[in-house]
């Protein structure tokens, strides 16, 4: 009894001790979990399978260093399934310090498939103008991009000779840390019907469902578990798939720490009743 | 002798091959793939001109095949809108840009001729069918090296305008009215002087005992506006509460502060703040170093701010604007603090964790309201109550939409079909 | 009448309602009209930017000055800026383009700012922790509701929920698509109409809280 009324009280700085170490330890012993896709993700895979070789997919990379851990292992899923099927990367950034970790991403990826800079894969890094830009594109890319990341001019690539605006894109995949994409959808979606595909956090993901119900986007990957899906899905399990035993256990010490906190409630609450009783 | 007319033959044989590999051209007039194989165009409707738009409709056996599409105008002048375009993408919209403004003229007549190909275009055939002495006149099919192109016939003069008004939207101007009605009816109301009734908002009835509370133990106030810029309507709702709140800090002659994420939030913070304490009849109090600006990255603020509280230690911590991941990062370290919190914000996903963390959440629309209730002028409860004859609107579409589908599709039944299709039509933009 | 605050509010619904006639005439000039404000927003809040690197800056040279608790700190802030600034300068220059493979900037970028960042970030899982176990008590039945979806999302979002029932996630699924949404689409609701009012209150100019 003693122990559940301590417990009510206890120091939070132990909880977050409880929390530190769940999600530590898996990380260095591993243990495996098996992933079961969503249908939501299934959707933007089968989707980009469906694409014709050599159609071009707009990369927006819409987070920064603090979301890496849920974004980029999906990045790389993403590229290496691009790369697989001769699909065309154009990667654009509209959060400005998320550009070093495109980049990151697309280099490591295009080395491992053998891509080449400009024929297979191209990236136009940031530029600023957010809604005016998006809108912009979908007149013509250059009025924006006249370069590319190295201020190499567009025209100078072979791939990027045919692009010029969301026509001649076959998707847009966002990979969203913040709002960035209700933008991409109302703008890029709404105005010039361009399909798209988007990643979230996993604390934004769900309020993305309204637009994956009305079909405004093809499919939605939600946070790391979307990440580790995708991975499961082009069939190289990574970071993504190993950060789910610590997902796991830290949720479970969490459902654990609600349990606990409730009988301490109750019995708190019967201890009081008693005393009014008397 | 004999070697110099060997080198002859041989020079001979070579500039054969390279003349023939370049002119090597046949040309079959008036030879179509399948029948009814041609492109249209036609204006770009509701646009500000400078539009025109390239449609086809070709077998889907095609759809891996490109398209070129070729553009002359009226002075026969011909160039490129757009080189190996995947046929299945079933359109091409030729535009004038920032880049180059006079690409499309308004009221000029323009032709257009598409050129169908299993490889891409070749450069010089291209070049060979924009000069202008041969044109593309002819449609038919071209095998020019061993490749194959197919090339239309021109399309009908098709000529550019700018719309005056942007008939997709109609349906948007007809809810404007509405609007403009309803607010207008019971602003008018308001000003007669018609009692309106609002409800009470407890997060809202707490600011008082917040701000009292705090200057009896001698604690600064902290306002913290998110990270929205003032283009965002909670940013600036969030304003008009800050308003409001520092007038009740100059009255009880108390310190606020503002830590801001973008500096034309600060400065339009730091306006307000001056305003509401001259209108208070303190002026004197006001110190513009309170309302400060942090950094315009969203976690460096985060942490800005956290520190900033586990030093000055505020009684009373107000959360009002837009926030994304860093909402339970403040408003913990706020509780921790032992403040009293009183949060809002229109982001859904950020609700749950301001009520588990704080003492009063005010969600979405009662934030949007906060102003109007902790002034309660007339006018404004007016627009309040406009407000909700708009959502007891909306939800009788809903529960009219939901009835018609559950007939239509639930029951299968004809005519509910044409009516929820005529529903939903009107209410597309 | 057009005094004090009669300017602004005039100003204010002037432009208010030029934005709404633009919207619905594409022809020139009122197609060009949201695309030319929003260019020159970005250009007023760039030069605002100086106004808050001034407010930053001299609110740490003054914590300096007067040897404030923890001036230290601010000296941080102070060096920490200035190199930033000056490093990213330099290897613009040499490199065309601050993030270069070799840069410095890179550097900071890599090893200051990522874990930093990832820091502050990972603060949410201890947070999400403390604040559930306060919040989460069955006091009434709709807080016994509450926890009760709580705990089947959080299993049914990780693998774990997979191991222990199939039917979990999918569930799960059903939480997020249909009661999650329907509240979340009541909410949304609700505040796209009170976004409607304040922007009618302040181009009427009936809100004028904000003004000065």
Request: glycine residues 8%; contains cysteine; aromatic residues 12%.
């Amino acid at each position: 009894m003693n122990f559940f009324i301590k417990l009510s009280k206890i120091d939070r700085r132990f909880i977050y001790l409880f929390i530190a170490l769940v999600v530590v330890l898996p990380l260095i012993f591993k243990p495996k979990f098996p992933v079961v896709v969503s249908k939501p993700v299934q959707d933007v895979y089968d989707y980009i399978e469906k694409l014709p070789e050599g159609s071009n997919v707009l990369i927006s990379i819409d987070y920064d260093a603090a979301s890496m851990p849920e974004q980029q292992p999906f990045l790389e899923a993403l590229l290496r399934q691009l790369f697989k099927n001769k699909l065309k990367p154009i990667l654009i950034v509209q959060w400005q310090l998320g550009a070093p970790l495109g980049t990151m991403g697309l280099e490591k990826i295009a080395k491992e498939m053998g891509a080449v800079y400009g024929v297979d894969y191209i990236n136009l890094g940031y530029r600023p103008g957010y809604v005016a830009q998006m809108v912009g594109i979908g007149k013509e890319i250059r009025d924006y991009f006249k370069v590319d990341y190295r201020n190499i001019p567009l025209d100078s690539f072979p791939m990027m000779k045919n692009v010029h605006n969301y026509n001649d894109i076959a998707l847009l995949v966002g990979l969203e840390a913040g709002s960035t994409y209700l933008a991409w959808i109302e703008y890029a979606g709404g105005r010039f019907k361009q399909k798209i595909a988007l990643a979230l956090n996993a604390v934004s993901a769900p309020d993305a469902y309204y637009f994956y119900q009305s079909g405004q986007i093809v499919g939605l990957v939600g946070g790391m578990k979307g990440a580790a899906e995708y991975e499961v899905l082009v069939d190289k399990p990574d970071l993504a798939v190993a950060g789910m035993a610590s997902q796991s256990y830290s949720h479970l010490v969490i459902i654990l720490f609600i349990v606990l906190g409730n009988i301490a409630y109750f019995i708190e609450k019967g201890m009081k009743n008693k005393e009014g009783g008397k | 002798m004999l070697k110099r007319t060997l080198l002859l033959i041989v020079f001979l044989i070579l500039s054969i091959s390279l003349f023939s590999e370049n002119d090597s051209l046949i040309f079959l007039e008036n030879q179509t793939p399948f029948e009814g194989f041609a492109i249209t165009g036609k204006d770009i409707p509701n646009d500000g001109g400078g539009g025109i738009e390239i449609e086809w409709s070709f077998p889907d056996s095609l759809d891996n095949f490109f398209l070129t599409v070729l553009r002359k105008d009226e002075a026969g002048n011909n160039s490129i809108v757009a080189t190996d375009l995947l046929v299945s993408s079933k359109q091409v919209r030729d535009v004038s840009s920032e880049e180059d403004p006079s690409r499309v003229k308004d009221g000029t007549k323009y032709y257009y001729t598409g050129i169908l190909s299993k490889k891409m275009v070749d450069e010089d055939f291209l070049n060979m069918l924009i000069s202008k002495e041969n044109g593309y006149s002819k449609n038919g099919i071209y095998i020019f090296n061993n490749d194959t192109f197919y090339v239309t016939a021109e399309t009908d003069a098709i000529i550019s305008k700018a719309s005056w008004f942007n008939l997709s939207r109609i349906p948007v101007v007809i809810s404007l009215i509405l609007i403009s009605f309803v607010f207008l009816y019971y602003l008018n109301l308001a000003k007669s002087g018609k009692e309106l009734y609002i409800r009470k908002i407890n997060g809202l009835d707490a600011v008082e005992e917040a701000v009292g509370r705090s200057t009896e133990m001698g604690k600064p106030i902290m306002y913290i506006l998110g990270i929205g810029y003032v283009t965002d309507i909670p940013t600036i709702a969030g304003l008009t509460i800050l308003s409001r709140v520092s007038k009740k800090v100059a009255e009880y002659e108390t310190k606020i502060l503002v830590p801001s994420y973008d500096p034309v939030v600060m400065t339009t913070a730091q306006e307000v703040v001056k305003e509401a304490f001259t209108e208070a009849g303190r002026p004197d109090l006001y110190n513009k170093n309170d309302i400060m600006y942090i950094t315009q990255d969203q976690f460096g603020y985060a942490a800005g701010v956290d520190g900033m509280m586990m030093r000055e230690k505020p009684g009373a911590v107000f959360l009002q604007g837009l926030f994304f991941a860093e909402s339970l990062i403040l408003a913990e370290t706020g509780h921790s603090i032992g403040a009293i919190q009183i949060s809002g914000t229109t982001e859904t996903a950020q609700l749950p964790f301001f009520v588990a963390a704080c003492d009063y959440t005010l969600i979405g629309e009662e934030m949007m309201a906060a102003s109007v209730y902790l002034q309660k002028e007339p006018m404004m409860l007016g627009s309040i109550a406009a407000e909700d004859l708009l959502k007891v609107f909306i939800m009788v579409l809903i529960i009219v939409g939901f009835v018609l589908s559950i007939f239509a599709y639930g029951f299968n039944i004809g005519i509910f079909k044409n009516l929820f299709d005529l529903l939903a039509r009107a209410l597309q933009v | 009448m057009l005094k004090g605050k009669g300017i602004p509010i005039f100003i204010t619904f002037l432009v208010g309602m030029i934005m709404i006639i633009s919207f619905f005439i594409p022809h020139k000039p009122f197609g060009d009209i949201e695309k030319i404000s929003l260019n020159w927003y970005s250009i007023i809040a760039g030069f605002t930017m100086l106004l808050g690197v001034d407010s930053l800056i001299g609110m740490h040279f003054r914590k300096l000055k007067r040897k404030d608790e923890n001036w230290f700190f601010s000296l941080v802030l102070i060096l920490g800026f200035t190199a930033t600034v000056v490093v990213g300068i330099i290897e613009t220059v040499r490199f065309g383009t601050a993030f270069d493979d070799k840069s410095y900037f890179t550097y900071i970028y890599n090893y200051f700012i990522v874990p930093l960042q990832s820091t502050m970030f990972s603060l949410l899982a201890f947070f999400i922790a403390s604040a559930a176990y306060r919040a989460f008590r069955a006091r009434n039945f709709d807080a016994t509701l509450l926890l009760i979806t709580a705990i089947i999302v959080m299993l049914g979002r990780v693998p774990l929920g997979e191991q222990i029932s199939p039917y979990l996630p999918k569930f799960t699924e059903w939480i997020m698509q249909v009661p999650q949404m329907a509240a979340k689409r009541g909410i949304g609701l609700g505040i796209s109409l009170g976004a409607l009012g304040v922007s009618i209150r302040i181009i009427l100019g009936i809100e004028r809280s904000y003004l000065s």
